[in-house]
């Protein structure tokens, strides 16, 4: 049986390159699995799915080795479940050389995929790596620079306290409460849990 799985991290993400590619190899709609969902661990709905139904000699095709996942380790300790635990075979599209189809499982064929995967998998992660740092390193720059992160403090009304007060002795509802304050229901709520807690 042929399967094949895709994996964009948002919703926003297109999976029409994906979707188009897996297509030339004959794989039936039904047999497609598609997650819209991160790739730091297998945790993910469809992919549990698909891994469930797969069976000695099936193949998964996938378009890239970064759409299996991201974590280096893992990429490698799910390869293996796939191919040396189950007997299926991988191919990923956009890198020819990641074929277990070897003709007669030729032991030569295999390897060269591991030493690929092993090569490319610590690529990936080096790289996402070498990113986190440079973000790591544009945050702490810009906190020297006095930018400053996250939402803006609200200003609250004077009256926020009194308001506050008669929210706590029921006097008046937290609909009327947000309306005269000026804020969302959510920050209603931390504002009297933290006045609460004073």
């Known amino acids: 049986m042929i399967y094949a799985y895709i994996r964009v991290s948002t919703k926003q993400q297109k999976i029409d390159r994906q979707y188009e590619e ?3 190899f004959n794989v039936e709609d039904k047999e497609i699995y598609i997650d819209t969902e991160s790739g730091k661990d297998f945790d993910r709905t469809n992919y549990q799915k698909l891994f469930k139904k797969l069976k000695k000699d099936d193949l998964l095709i996938i378009k890239s080795i970064d759409r299996l996942g991201r974590n280096y380790q893992m990429i490698l300790e799910e390869w293996a479940r ?7 075979d991988i191919k990923v599209i956009d890198m020819p050389l990641l074929d ?3 003709e007669g499982k030729n032991l030569v064929g295999k390897f060269i995929s591991d030493i690929v995967l092993q090569v490319l998998s610590f690529v990936a992660e080096n790289e996402r790596n070498n990113i986190k740092q440079r973000q790591a390193e544009g945050i702490r720059i810009a906190k020297e620079k006095g930018i400053k992160f996250g939402r803006p403090k609200i200003t609250l009304p004077s009256k926020t306290n009194e308001i506050i007060k008669k929210y706590i002795n029921k006097e008046i509802s ?4 947000t309306k005269i ?3 969302s229901r959510g920050t209603f709520f931390r504002i009297v849990k933290e006045y609460k807690n004073k």
């Open 22 to 24: 897996i297509k030339e």
């Open 82 to 88: 796939i191919t040396k635990t189950i007997g299926a």
């Open 100 to 102: 277990t189809r070897i």
């Open 174 to 177: 937290n609909i009327e409460a």
């Open 181 to 183: 304050i000026g804020v």
